[in-house]
């Protein structure tokens, strides 16, 4: 589809997106309806984090019959992490731009009626990072880069510095330490580009953006890159990757350590 320069080029940039994807609803503004949650909201006032861990215990005590302290935490460290990881892995899958990422230019949407996770995000900044070649290069709101690996380097740093403010607010809060935190943001990002192109047809390309991202450990993060090839019982060949952290989920009853967990698989 070619692009359309508009007066808010990543506000135009994030509607070609939306239609490439089915996790979240994605906007550019926070609405007056609706329960809508700012994230600098949350990274100053942790009773936000105590609101939506009280949420997501009753849920689990509803449906598995119990709330474990350390799925709980792990429940709401995914699903917050995965909010500038997914965001920031769209637009640089799809647009080669990546917005900022600050907490105070991001928002998201818990679910009222189910499971309170996130179904919706807003981007309500206007600046981005793009390449020479970009047509909207020559905005006042564009920082360009020399190429895509400065891109990615670019993606990369943006999430780490929205995943260490809300690791410093979140520790205090949760029954997990320091490695387990940057496990679940590595997981988060590599997922998180995986996925941009597997929804947008193109899982060969989410790969190499992830190979590109994350092409060796680097600090605080947890790891390079872990998709690999599989070879399923039978006989199909796809692409999987072995998770950096745990999702606790085993913990509730009659459940299980889920196929690509790091307690069960190997490095």
């Known amino acids: 589809m070619p692009r359309r320069v508009g007066s808010d080029v990543l506000a135009s940039s994030l509607a070609r997106v939306a239609a490439l994807q089915h996790e979240l609803e994605l906007r550019t503004d926070v609405p007056p309806a609706g329960d809508w949650w700012r994230c600098h ?18 849920w689990l005590i509803e449906h598995h019959g119990a709330a474990p302290a350390r799925t709980v935490s792990g429940y709401v460290l995914w699903w917050y992490l995965r909010l500038p990881a997914y965001v920031g892995a769209l637009l640089l899958h799809h647009e ?8 105070s230019e991001l928002a998201f949407r818990i679910s009222r009626d189910s499971r309170p996770d996130p179904v919706g995000v807003a981007v309500l900044g206007r600046s981005f ?24 380097e670019v993606y990369r740093a ?3 510095a929205h995943a260490t403010a809300f690791i410093r607010a979140y520790r205090p809060l949760s029954p997990h330490g ?8 590595t997981d988060a990002i590599d997922s998180c580009l995986w996925w941009a192109g597997v929804q947008g047809g ?3 390309a989410g790969v ?7 092409d ?45 967990c790091p307690r069960t698989c190997p490095r």
Request: aromatic share 8%.
């Open 41 to 58: 909201h949350l990274l100053t006032d942790r009773t936000w984090f105590s609101r939506w861990h009280r949420r997501l215990a009753d």
């Open 178 to 185: 320091a490695r387990t935190l940057w496990a679940a943001a």
């Open 202 to 204: 193109d899982e060969g």
């Open 129 to 152: 990072y793009c390449l020479p070649l970009d047509p909207c290069a020559g905005r006042p709101e564009a920082v360009v880069v020399a190429d895509e690996r400065a891109l990615a």
């Open 216 to 260: 060796a450990r680097h600090e605080p993060l947890t790891s390079s890159s872990t998709l690999r090839r599989h070879t399923g019982d039978n006989g199909s060949v796809g692409w999987t990757r072995r998770r950096e952290s745990c999702c606790f989920t085993y913990l509730l009853p009659g459940s299980t350590e889920c196929e690509t």
């Open 96 to 103: 080669r731009r990546v917005p900022l990422l600050r907490p």
């Open 208 to 214: 190499a953006d992830a190979a590109l991202v994350l």
């Open 158 to 160: 943006r999430f780490v």
